[in-house]
């Protein structure tokens, strides 16, 4: 990429140039007076497609899919005020599921910025959005005049990737937008040291060889890590069963035999059994939510020996206290137990698990008076889909069943709104994934959640994106309706 080295430009330029210099697959937007400098400055440069959503919400959505799928941070902008607070439930989304998504928002004149918090407003569509999105970012800041604009972008992106990843929010001012800038070329921060972990995999080892049903617990973490293809080969080299949450159901590919599948209140059956039995549970980068594994935390854990990896060390810190709690960079992890693992021998206890899947079917939990269930047909629809790169699924009773009984080849992704279950991520979300991977991605969205975002599918036809939408129509909020018919 050509930088503009030597050159006054505008604080706005200066921001475009550094989101090209990131290689942001895309930004994404609703336009407004507040954010048009930069809007403007990124189309000028031409380096990074910048694209129109009907929705802030779903700009939002789209740069965290983008994100996910693209493993570098996309960019989603909104105007001041209603821009910014349609960003809101996008923000949160990417704050549950760890995505270190870029959100800037444009904001009104600094002289028009309300002096006291007393004041309810005092520019034209002057809102507080700092304030508003602190306990859903990981930093959000305010830009003035006097900030030190390169310092402050670079320290965001720092802050959105390291660590546990979570999203920033960066909010400038009109006037500062137009400032000029000496631009300097920009020199990215350092990358931390990988620890080594040999005598913690050594431990484990030993544990995994002193229990005879020790069970993986693949979460969102695992993902997030972007370590899945060393994981999968760790699998296969350990031979160990492995469940997931929600948010890991792509963390191996159908095809191996030690994928389990989803636990917890909407999960598998098999995937349930084999909790119920392990003795030995190695959570990786699970929160281990109610919905995984119930309100009752003494009936979850019975006699088991609970080993758990994480970043995050407040998750460590939560309702669950483990046996062994390791507060680690899950990729590095992940490398030393490939490299330094020993191969247990399990055969008969995934065995156990398979044999209790055959006579137990997920099937059977459908009205019997369907002869084709929601689970045959998710099962149908991913026979049909092998070649898409995956499948983005909204929030509710189709989401569950999607998870339960999609058959994910070795390159495909479930993208789905894990800690937040925000209806209508999907469409969004599969514009955000085409700008990342141009290929074909498949929608799953119940006949509710379609109507959040049905004004996307605009979108997707202005730029002929190769979207596949499957509407699951049971007539109703089923979730809802399923929740309301059993409490
Ligand atoms: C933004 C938002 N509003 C409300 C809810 C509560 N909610 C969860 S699932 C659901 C029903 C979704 O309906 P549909 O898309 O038809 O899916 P189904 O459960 O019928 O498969 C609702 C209303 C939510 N998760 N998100
Ligand atoms: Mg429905």
Redesign the pocket.
């Known amino acids: 990429m050509e930088t503009i080295k030597n050159k006054l430009v505008t604080k706005a330029e200066f921001i475009a140039e550094f989101i090209a210099e990131r290689n942001v697959p895309a930004v994404f937007t609703l336009s407004g007076g507040m954010i048009a400098f930069i809007a403007d400055a990124i189309y000028r440069l031409g380096l990074t497609p910048i694209i129109g959503m009907r929705h802030e919400q779903a700009a939002g959505f789209a740069a965290e899919t983008c994100t996910r799928v693209s493993k570098i941070p996309s960019v989603a902008l909104a105007t001041s005020g209603p821009g910014a607070t349609n960003l809101i ?1 996008a923000i949160a989304s990417s704050f549950f599921d760890s995505v270190p998504t870029i959100y800037i928002t444009g904001q009104v004149n600094q002289s028009e910025i309300k002096k006291s918090n007393l004041q309810r407003q005092n520019g034209f569509q002057e809102l507080n959005i700092i304030e508003a999105v602190k306990g859903i970012t990981k930093s959000a800041i305010q830009i003035g005049s006097d900030t030190n604009l390169k310092f402050v972008l670079n320290k965001a992106w720092e802050t959105a990737t390291s660590g546990r990843p979570g999203p920033v929010l960066i909010d400038i001012p009109i006037d500062v937008q137009q400032e000029v800038y000496q631009n300097v070329k920009l020199k990215s921060f350092n990358k931390k040291t990988k620890l080594n972990y040999k005598k913690e995999i050594d431990k484990l080892s030993e544990l995994i060889s002193k229990h005879k049903y020790p069970l993986i617990l693949a979460g969102g973490g695992l993902v997030a890590a972007d370590i899945i293809k060393d994981f999968r080969s760790l699998v296969e080299k350990l031979k160990l069963p492995v469940v997931n949450s929600l948010m890991a159901v792509d963390s191996l590919s159908s095809n191996s035999r030690y994928r389990i599948g989803m636990i917890g209140s909407y999960g598998n059956k098999e995937s349930n059994y084999a909790l119920r039995e392990s003795d030995l549970l190695i959570c990786l980068g699970s929160r281990l939510d109610v919905r995984q594994i119930g309100s009752d935390i003494e009936q979850f854990k019975m006699d088991k020996y609970i080993y758990r990896v994480d970043i995050d060390e407040f998750e460590l810190n939560g309702t669950v206290r483990a046996n062994k709690n390791l507060k680690v960079n899950l990729s590095h992890f992940i490398t030393d137990w490939l490299k330094y693992c020993t191969i247990s021998e399990s055969k008969q206890w995934v065995d156990k698990i398979h044999e209790y899947k055959m006579n137990n079917p997920q099937q059977e939990e459908q009205d019997k008076a369907l002869i084709w269930g929601p689970n045959d047909a998710l099962l149908e629809i991913s026979n049909l889909c092998k070649e898409a790169e995956g499948f983005i699924v ?6 569950m069943w999607a998870a339960q009984s999609i058959k994910l080849t070795d390159k495909q992704r479930f993208i789905t709104s894990g800690g937040l ?4 991520f999907a469409i969004p979300s599969a514009i955000g994934a085409c700008f990342a991977k141009k290929n074909n991605w498949i929608v799953i ?6 109507q ?1 975002s049905i004004a996307e599918i605009q979108t997707i036809k202005e730029h002929n994106l190769p979207i596949v939408i499957f509407v ?1 129509n ?1 007539n ?7 929740f309301q018919e059993t409490n």
């Open positions: 439930t909204d929030v509710g009773q189709h989401q279950g925000a209806m209508g969205a119940g006949d509710g959640c379609t959040l699951v049971n109703q909020h089923g979730m809802v309706a399923q």
